[in-house]
């Protein structure tokens, strides 16, 4: 029984090669602009704080007859994370058709909405907040509006690449029938995008959850106000309770958001 040596090509070698050296470089480059300074003093001292706070948590502060407690802030943050995300589900869907490259014809139009997707996604949420909060003042309503504009950006570009991947045989079918673009949309376009952007919308729920925790630390709202009040105060047994609701809160979504998807899937 005879074996062959498949010689690779020098070329694909020397761009495998090639790309190594680059990735090693960018590394380097990388770690030479850190400047690393170590930890200071108090480093230790502050960690130990914080873990034992995480161990013997505040529980008095989970309800509170008056005045905020845990419950109150993790509700907070999750109303911001819901009508934040369900803001965006809705007025990303106009942006999704303008910049899916199978709805219209000219390719400048499509490209024209992958533009304005781009620009709304490249502010971060934490910039975004700053803004509103100079606009509308601190509290939960800056939050709501800077998650649900800065996830306009994101769930536009995957609804309009749902949108791209769909099958085009039922919308061309309805067409030669002399459907009007309504019943198209309707009946051919909509029952296959749907789970798709029922799917996409339950993980940028999961990601707006995580991001109305933190937008709270700069006054949006949410569970981020009290903890940086606790951190601030040095109160580690409440910074413990703290992180211990967000971390169940999260958890549990994540679970019941995945289970929902996979359901969908």
């Known amino acids: 029984m005879s074996t062959y040596s498949v010689k690779r090509p020098p070329r694909k070698i020397f761009f495998k090669i090639t790309i190594f050296v680059l990735l090693t470089a960018l590394y380097v480059w990388s770690f030479a602009g850190i400047d690393f300074n170590g930890f200071k003093e108090t480093a230790g001292i502050i960690s130990q704080a914080i873990i034992r706070g995480i161990f013997h948590p505040d529980w008095d502060y989970v309800y509170l007859p008056e005045g905020e407690d845990l419950l109150r802030g993790l509700l907070d943050t999750l109303a911001i994370a819901v009508l934040g995300t369900f803001i965006s589900a809705i007025l990303c869907v106009p942006f999704a058709f303008w910049a899916a490259n199978n709805i219209s014809k000219f390719k400048q139009i499509s490209g024209t909405g992958k533009f304005a997707l781009s620009v709304v996604r490249t502010f971060p949420e934490i910039i975004m907040a700053i803004i ?36 085009l045989g039922p919308t061309e079918a309805l067409l030669a029938t002399g459907a009007n673009r309504f019943q198209v949309l309707w009946f051919a376009v909509l029952p296959q995008v749907f789970p798709d952007f029922l799917s996409y919308t339950l993980y940028r729920f999961e990601i707006n959850v995580r991001s109305a925790t933190i937008l709270g630390v700069i006054g949006a709202g949410g569970i981020g106000t009290p903890l940086i009040f606790a951190l601030t105060s040095r109160d580690w047994n409440r910074v413990g309770i703290i992180l211990l609701g967000i971390v169940v809160m999260v958890t549990l979504i994540d679970m019941i958001s995945g289970f929902i998807r996979r359901k969908i899937v």
Do not use: R, T, Y
């Open 132 to 167: 509103f909060i100079k606009a509308v003042g601190p509290g939960s309503f800056a939050g709501v509006l800077a998650l649900g504009l800065h996830s306009i950006g994101m769930l536009g570009k995957l609804f309009s690449e749902a949108i791209e991947n769909m099958d």
